[in-house]
């Protein structure tokens, strides 16, 4: 196959393989960690006939691959599970039931995603805009004094820890100047207005650490773009400065940027745990963080898989974005 069926098939089953080594590796780190599970499970007053029996429940006795395998028959076809005095369906892609509250993972996930994709979404939009814009912008003043204005700044949003950027816009924008309310997470659905303006500060503080990284790339591309013969020759026939920067040197440089912001966006879905932390947003990050304190397997996994999808689909996108942005790219 050929084209882009071809493409997008091959890119399709090599998520599935990814993903499916990424759940090989993860379910076996967790799963072999020191600890029993059965007994933080039950808790530290639990009998050990108790411990036996959750033990049971949780299917901990039996090999880690048996338990691998019914973790994949799960995910395919769903699972039936014990809960001790009944039997719960978990239909597919069934991760699995929470140890500590017996509640669906894929339930958990889908209640927390709605959180940190808006907040990914809304943040991604602001630091394209603000790190590509920036640039361009230092690229267009080279040699001048806002190019190194703007560089400076860069090496300030780079170096600024995420918290700290948080935190001072939160005492002075919400506190002291009162511009903008305290974030409290309000769902799309319920008020979008609301949606917007308790996430425009996380977006900011996230976009801003970000778009510097961008600011930094977008730069660099350029820049080495700028100097390729093509672009002496554009110059030669009386091309003016401003479509050569802002036509041929920006799409020269877009493909960098594409790669990056495509590992960013997966890997911030479930990696803003700082920012979630920080304004009391309940995402994937702050409750993959509690699920690590409290040993509840199924939902690391789970969300460990959710976000390493996220990636994958991330990269798949980005292989697309590469063929507009560079003629000379060919889908493979």
């Known amino acids: 196959m050929n084209g882009f069926a071809g493409f997008a098939l091959r890119r399709a089953v090599g998520a599935v393989i990814t993903l499916l080594a990424i759940s090989v590796i993860v379910y076996v780190v967790f799963y072999v960690t020191p600890g029993n599970v059965a007994q933080i499970t039950c808790g530290p007053r639990c009998s050990p006939e108790q411990v036996h029996q959750v033990a049971q429940q949780l299917r901990l006795d039996d090999p880690l691959y048996v338990r691998y395998w019914?973790?994949?028959?799960?995910?395919v076809a769903g699972?039936?599970?014990?809960?001790?005095?009944?039997?719960?369906?978990?239909?597919?892609?069934?991760?699995?039931?929470?140890?500590?509250?017996?509640?669906?993972?894929?339930?958990?996930?889908?209640t927390k995603l709605p959180v940190s994709l808006s907040l990914v979404i809304g943040a991604m939009?602001?630091?394209l805009l603000l790190g590509v814009g920036t640039g361009i912008l230092s690229v267009w003043r080279r040699g001048r004094f806002t190019e190194r204005a703007l560089t400076g700044l860069t090496l300030a949003g780079i170096s600024t820890p995420v918290f700290v950027i948080g935190l001072?816009?939160?005492?002075?924008?919400?506190?002291?100047l009162e511009l903008l309310p305290f974030p409290e997470y309000v769902?799309?659905?319920?008020?979008?207005?609301?949606?917007?303006w308790n996430l425009l500060l996380p977006w900011v503080t996230l976009a801003v650490a970000e778009a510097a990284y961008f600011a930094r790339l977008t730069r660099a591309s350029m820049l080495e773009t700028l100097a390729e013969d093509h672009i002496r020759t554009f110059r030669a026939y009386g091309v003016g400065e401003r479509?050569?920067?802002?036509?041929?040197?920006?799409?020269?440089?877009?493909?960098?940027?594409?790669?990056?912001?495509?590992?960013?966006?997966?890997?911030?879905?479930?990696?803003a745990v700082l920012i979630e932390t920080l304004f009391g947003l309940p995402g994937i990050g702050q409750e993959l963080v509690h699920a690590v304190?409290?040993?509840?397997?199924?939902?690391?996994?789970?969300?460990?898989?959710?976000?390493?999808?996220?990636?994958?689909?991330a990269n798949a996108v980005a292989d697309v974005l590469y063929t507009l942005a560079d003629r000379r790219v060919v889908l493979t």
Do not use: K
């Open 168 to 176: 001072v816009l939160m005492i002075v924008v919400c506190g002291q």
């Open 125 to 127: 939009l602001l630091w």
């Open 79 to 110: 699972q039936d599970y014990s809960t001790g005095t009944s039997v719960a369906h978990c239909a597919a892609p069934c991760l699995g039931l929470s140890y500590q509250s017996d509640q669906q993972v894929m339930q958990i996930i889908l």
């Open 187 to 196: 769902s799309f659905a319920d008020d979008p207005e609301q949606w917007a």
């Open 293 to 313: 304190t409290v040993v509840d397997l199924p939902v690391v996994v789970g969300m460990v898989l959710v976000i390493g999808f996220f990636v994958v689909l």
């Open 70 to 75: 019914h973790f994949l028959q799960g995910i």
């Open 243 to 271: 479509a050569i920067v802002g036509r041929h040197a920006l799409r020269g440089a877009l493909a960098p940027v594409i790669a990056l912001n495509a590992n960013d966006v997966g890997s911030a879905v479930g990696g």
